[in-house]
C-alpha cells in the first residue's frame, strides 16, 4: 500500500518534471523563430530601400547610397 504511494508521487513528480521541460523547450522554440523573424523583416526593410533608389546607372549616385547607408 505504501509502495503504491510512492508509486503515485513519483508518477507526479515525472509528470511535473516533464511539464517544465517542455514549456522551457517551447519556450526557447518561440525564441528562435522571433530572433529569425526579426532578420528576415530587417532584410526585407534592406531590401525595399535598395529598390528605392533611383541610380540610373550613374556611379556617383551609387556611391553617395552606399555613403549615407555606412552613416545609419
Do not use: H, N
Not at 511539464?19 to 523583416?41: F, I, N, P, Q
Not at 531590401?47 to 546607372?57: C, I, N, P
Request: proline share 1%; hydrophobic share 40%.
Amino acid at each position: 500500500m505504501i509502495f503504491g504511494r510512492i508509486k503515485l508521487y513519483l508518477a507526479a513528480a515525472g509528470a511535473f518534471v516533464v511539464a517544465l521541460l517542455s514549456a522551457y523547450l517551447r519556450g526557447r522554440s518561440d525564441k528562435g523563430e522571433a530572433v529569425e523573424r526579426e532578420r528576415l523583416e530587417d532584410y526585407v526593410e534592406t531590401r525595399k530601400r535598395m529598390d528605392e533608389v533611383d541610380t540610373d546607372d550613374d556611379p556617383d549616385v551609387l556611391r553617395d547610397w552606399l555613403r549615407d547607408r555606412g552613416k545609419q
